[in-house]
């Protein structure tokens, strides 16, 4: 049957799946049909047991208050009032010779010269007759007679067998459709279940044809189907969101690199025009490596970039003071902060310990520091505040520089990214991108705020995840650092 179904059809997991939901539900159906069928027949032979054993225990006590002659006229007298003969009924005597027997007409011709011949069964066996030419068997249970002599009272399966095979006929007219139910219903089930996958496979053909903003359709049912619809659509935006960033930090590169390359070339023309000389020749060649080095520079930070935000960083955690990591850098900009009048502070615990990769917290503290003092005009103030949450360390760098517009501060994040403001300042626009990628590589986060003109604050929280306890004992009473 199943070899004429196409090979196609049968890799299918809808094939399959309505293969064995239909397997499954016919043979739960003919399972619950054969124990419904056990249990009538096993009912309906107790049945006769009982029934049998009831009339034998009556005619007993009628034997033994009458004998035969009395219990002789009580089965006349039954057999005149009613015309049903339900029972077999035999007396045999000592020798097991026949003395009495009642038989029904309607009953199958049963053997019972085999009943003389064969020896008295113990009181309360089953005996089993079978009829000559039918499957009908005459059960009998005897019972010993205080004269020597042996009652045995018998009933036939043939109402019984009647009963049972117009079961089974019913029981076979209901499967017939029963199994096309379980086809059916097995191909619905089927089909149905694995609608969402079809949905996959389609929108994943879609993207294929260049369908890029093809999505899963969500059925809002919660199920298992439904977060992976939902997980699929989220993977497909924060793909379209890498790739469109790609995108635009390919457009960045290629347009900052060419300031540099320029530079690197028109040094180089310049050279190479101008009169032969060793000095000459060492001052191109020293140009030549600074706008290298800007290059990369450049490179290598978008690299890190790239790493921390795809889970590729590797960080060399251990226990770091934050409060000493921050002085530090502080004191590699003092120059810089006493040139321009800025006063730079530090309001922090003398020790705050944090897990945590020491040259990268650096990195990301010398950026903030390097943003804040060179838009902070002079005369400006640079403040820096180290605290502890209940969910983390927080780092707070605020200045009272030029400040950021809204659009500004939703793109300063942005690799290359750089304001108009900000174009007349050295630099790469990858500070805050590796900032942020950064922080969130250590499973923090970092955010700004800021007023044009007033200034700009950033603040940096990192887990508890990543804290551990100060090898020192801690002191609660903060410090205060001027420059």
């Given at each position: 049957m199943f070899s004429r179904v196409p090979d196609s059809l049968r890799k299918t997991i809808s094939f399959r799946l309505a293969l064995w939901y239909s397997a499954f539900f016919i043979l739960s159906t003919v399972s619950l049909f054969a124990l419904a069928y056990f249990l009538l027949a096993s009912t309906l032979r107790q049945h006769d047991r009982d029934s049998v054993e009831q009339r034998l225990q009556q005619l007993a006590a009628q034997y033994q208050a009458t004998d035969l002659a009395g219990l002789k006229k009580e089965l006349t007298r039954e057999t005149r009032l009613r015309k049903a003969k339900p029972f077999f009924i035999r007396i045999a005597?000592?020798?097991?010779?026949?003395?009495?027997?009642?038989?029904?007409?309607?009953?199958?011709?049963?053997?019972?010269?085999?009943?003389?011949?064969?020896?008295?069964?113990?009181?309360?066996?089953l005996i089993r007759l079978p009829a000559k030419d039918d499957e009908a068997v005459l059960e009998i249970v005897g019972t010993p007679l205080p004269d020597g002599g042996m009652l045995q009272i018998g009933k036939s399966t043939e109402e019984r067998d009647s009963v049972l095979e117009s079961f089974g006929w019913?029981?076979?007219?209901?499967m017939l459709p029963m199994v096309v139910v379980g086809v059916l219903g097995g191909a619905f089930l089927a089909r149905r279940s694995?609608?969402?996958?079809?949905?996959?496979?389609?929108?994943?053909?879609?993207?294929?044809?260049?369908?890029?903003a093809a999505r899963v359709p969500i059925r809002q049912t919660g199920d298992e189907l439904d977060e992976l619809g939902t997980l699929f659509n989220g993977m497909l935006d924060k793909i379209a969101t890498l790739v469109e960033g790609m995108r635009n930090a390919?457009?960045?590169?290629?347009?900052?690199?060419?300031?540099?390359?320029?530079?690197?070339?028109?040094?180089?023309?310049?050279?190479?025009?101008?009169?032969?000389?060793?000095?000459?020749?060492?001052?191109?060649?020293?140009?030549?490596?600074?706008?290298?080095?800007?290059?990369?520079?450049?490179?290598?930070?978008?690299?890190?970039?790239?790493?921390?935000?795809?889970?590729?960083l590797k960080l060399h955690l251990e226990p770091v003071n934050i409060s000493e990591l921050l002085a530090d850098a502080i004191n590699l900009y003092q120059h810089v902060a006493e040139d321009k009048a800025i006063i730079v502070s530090i309001t922090a615990p003398q020790q705050i310990w944090l897990t945590a990769d020491r040259n990268r917290l650096r990195q990301v503290m010398l950026n903030l520091l390097d943003n804040a003092v060179k838009y902070t005009p002079e005369g400006g103030r640079i403040e820096v505040q180290v605290c502890s949450r209940k969910n983390g360390v927080e780092i707070r760098v605020a200045d009272t520089g030029i400040g950021m517009t809204t659009d500004e501060l939703l793109k300063i994040w942005d690799r290359l990214y750089r304001g108009d403001r900000s174009r007349s300042q050295r630099g790469l626009g990858l500070g805050l991108s590796l900032v942020k990628a950064v922080v969130e590589a250590h499973k923090g986060h970092v955010n700004a705020t800021s007023k044009l003109g007033a200034g700009s604050v950033f603040t940096l929280t990192l887990p508890v995840a990543f804290t551990s306890e100060s090898p020192f004992p801690p002191s609660d009473k903060p410090t205060l650092t001027k420059m």
């Open positions: 005597g000592p020798r097991n010779t026949t003395v009495f027997i009642e038989i029904p007409d309607q009953w199958a011709q049963f053997d019972l010269s085999r009943l003389e011949h064969a020896p008295l069964a113990d009181p309360g066996a019913i029981m076979a007219g209901v694995l609608r969402p996958i079809r949905q996959l496979i389609q929108t994943v053909h879609a993207i294929e044809s260049g369908a890029m390919l457009d960045n590169v290629a347009h900052d690199l060419r300031t540099p390359v320029a530079r690197i070339r028109g040094i180089a023309e310049v050279a190479l025009c101008s009169e032969p000389g060793p000095d000459m020749y060492r001052e191109a060649l020293a140009d030549c490596v600074e706008e290298s080095d800007q290059l990369l520079q450049m490179l290598n930070t978008l690299m890190d970039i790239s790493e921390a935000e795809t889970g590729a």
